[in-house]
């Protein structure tokens, strides 16, 4: 079984630390672990692989109910990095493409239990409509990073002029899947945050208050 203890993941949090790539902390994979585990989920889909450090944190907890994990990363020479650290650790449920998510995903079959998204922020709300009839009812979508360091609370006029664009387009997904009537979203302080939002299930009389 991987461990985030282990000599390969801290070697690969190294070599995501020295190339300057984004990887989940140690609390949101022990969320995200506990999550699938809770909703026995099988079918993970990743937007943004990065090197892997996150693809294998999901291949990992879905491997109890002989689950899959879909990954999406747009840089080739990542992907590839990634692919050598998913056969040396042995993963064999990781399927992997390289591409635009938004040309990717229209040729993805089937439904998704657990969607991860940790992309270009800026695109959020247009992955939104992609990937939201791809959520299995009482599945789970996260988008990562949704604080941009706080600033999203702040008033217009107190963030940088360059990342005001920035703000104001993770403002309109947060109102999005905040407000949406298929969603319940709560927001977790895990590293830049996380938007945790949870399909209904198609029968309402799932759900209790």
């Known amino acids: 079984m991987l461990s985030l203890d282990s000599p390969l993941m801290k070697q690969l949090a190294r070599e995501c630390a020295e190339n300057h790539v984004a990887l ?3 609390g949101a994979a022990e969320l995200f672990s506990l999550l ?3 909703g026995r989920y099988r079918r993970v889909l990743e937007i ?3 090197l892997g450090y996150s693809t294998m944190c999901f291949a990992q907890a879905v491997q109890r109910w002989n689950g899959t994990v879909v990954t999406i990363e747009r840089l080739p020479e990542r992907l590839e990095r990634a692919r050598d ?3 040396e650790n042995g993963l064999k449920n990781i399927q992997s493409f390289a591409g635009e998510a938004q ?3 229209p040729h993805l079959k089937g439904t998704f239990d657990f969607i991860f998204l940790d992309a270009a922020m800026g ?3 247009d992955f939104f409509h992609q990937l939201f009839p791809k959520l299995t009812p009482g599945g789970l979508l996260i988008a ?4 941009l360091e706080n600033l999203v609370s702040r008033d217009r006029y107190q963030v940088p002029r360059r990342r005001r664009t920035m703000q104001q387009r993770l403002r309109e997904f947060l109102d999005l899947v905040e407000n949406h009537p298929e969603l319940t979203t709560r927001m977790i302080p895990f590293g830049d945050g996380l938007a945790v939002c949870w399909r209904h299930p198609e029968n309402r009389s799932e759900i209790h208050d």
Do not use: A, H, M
């Open 103 to 105: 040309d990717v995903l």
């Open 144 to 147: 990562d990073n949704v604080l």
């Open 48 to 50: 943004g692989t990065g």
């Open 123 to 125: 695109q959020y709300r």
């Open 85 to 87: 650290y998913f056969q």
């Open 36 to 38: 699938i585990d809770c």
């Open 24 to 26: 989940i902390s140690l």
